[in-house]
């Protein structure tokens, strides 16, 4: 077959077909020597921010330090932020290194989320960013669910090696190091130390393994497209959720929005009649209105209707991206990244998606 391009920026594969997915480059670009894609482009050439942090001098210096070890890398992600929470280009630097990529927070699924259709979800985002994981793994680092598994796998995996812990900020990566260190350190005299990453002024916590090999929390990581660094404290309580996410159901007609908060925004632009179940934050109002008057509502109330972001903060708020969906007739996740998502199960539909300029909206086969 062809051999498969890929962005000499962040490692996905190059495509050509969908301008608004992840590896798009235009076909005109890739007769040139060094082909990356769009985003990558757009980082360089104009700094745009809703790109990958791949400029962050620190994050590329905690990726150099881990091509060079012989480890395990333990990859954090949110279930609820998988986007938000990604580390680009960690691939290309974990090498030969296994990656086991374990998706925190699995307390908020509601309790008809099947969890093999998560793991089957994240196997296909993992492989789609150009990552094939050891394995993958959910977990809760808040009650501890699959703690033990996790820890399990991580001595599996590592096979005598060092181990290193790396996750983007908010993923619950201290969490998990704190349930890790409450359960297998507490009643031994365990010695945690840190250690600096060369050419930075950062610290690894460095926990000793019993076999003389050492577990390593790297900082935690900023991912620019995470909707988190969007908001403030107050806000973001609102959108993360305490507990199970309960789901709000809506019967959609076509020509019909919902609003999530000020947030994002979906339009079902047409299909037969269909019921709209958004998982969401409890605590995030959804308010629902004819997409004719969409526009003008959100002019008139974003700040306060549809909030967050909250009135004081709503003037520096990045403007809503739209996105169309054909979408095929069976049932699928609308993903909004960092809020969570919206269940549509169709005879085929057309959908638009608004979310902030710089996070992400996606589409997974339904993981109920
Ligand atoms: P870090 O920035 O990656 O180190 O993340 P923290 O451990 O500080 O956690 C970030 C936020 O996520 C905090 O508000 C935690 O309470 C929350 N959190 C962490 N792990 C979990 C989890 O398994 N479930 C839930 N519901 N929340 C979690």
Redesign the pocket.
């Known amino acids: 077959g062809r051999e498969q391009l890929i962005c000499s920026g962040c490692g996905v594969k190059i495509q050509t077909e969908n301008k608004g997915e992840l590896g798009y480059a235009p076909p005109s670009s890739l007769s040139r020597e060094v082909i990356i894609c769009q985003r990558c482009y757009r980082l360089k050439h104009y700094n745009e921010v809703q790109d990958v942090s791949l400029t962050d001098d620190d994050f590329l210096k905690i990726l150099t330090e881990l091509g060079k070890k012989e480890a395990l890398i333990v990859k954090i992600v949110d279930i609820f932020d998988f986007e938000g929470s990604w580390l680009p280009g960690l691939h290309r630097f974990a090498g030969k290194n296994p990656v086991l990529l374990v998706g925190?927070?699995?307390?908020?699924l509601p309790k008809s989320v099947k969890s093999s259709k998560v793991i089957q979800w994240m196997k296909k985002a993992a492989k789609d960013y150009g990552l094939k994981p050891a394995d993958v793994h959910l977990m809760?680092?808040?009650?501890g669910d699959s703690i033990m598994e996790v820890a399990n796998l991580i001595e599996e995996h590592r096979d005598g090696r060092d181990v290193y812990v790396v996750?983007s900020?908010?993923?619950?990566?201290?969490?998990f190091i704190n349930r890790l260190l409450k359960e297998f350190g507490a009643e031994e005299d365990m010695l945690i130390t840190t250690s600096n990453i060369p050419g930075t002024t950062l610290d690894m916590i460095d926990v000793p393994l019993d076999d003389g090999s050492f577990l390593y929390d790297t900082p935690?990581i900023i991912n620019h497209h995470q909707i988190a660094h969007l908001l403030d404290k107050n806000e973001l309580k609102v959108i993360?959720?305490?507990k199970e996410v309960k789901p709000k159901v809506f019967q959609l007609n076509e020509a019909q929005t919902l609003f999530f908060g000020g947030l994002g925004r979906v339009d079902f632009k047409s299909g037969e009649p269909q019921s709209f179940i958004v998982y969401m934050s409890n605590d995030l109002t959804i308010h629902r209105t004819k997409t004719e008057k969409a526009a003008e509502l959100y002019e008139q109330h974003l700040g306060d209707m549809l909030s967050p972001p909250f009135e004081k903060n709503k003037e520096s708020f990045p403007e809503l991206v739209k996105k169309e969906w054909k979408v095929e007739p069976g049932k699928y996740d609308l993903i909004f990244s960092g809020l969570g998502w919206v269940t549509i199960s169709g005879s085929g539909s057309v959908i638009r998606t608004f979310a902030p300029k710089g996070v992400n909206v996606n589409i997974r086969p339904s993981i109920f």
């Open positions: 925190n927070k699995a307390d908020l809760s680092a808040k009650t996750g900020t908010n993923t619950g990566k201290s969490s935690g993360s959720p305490k």
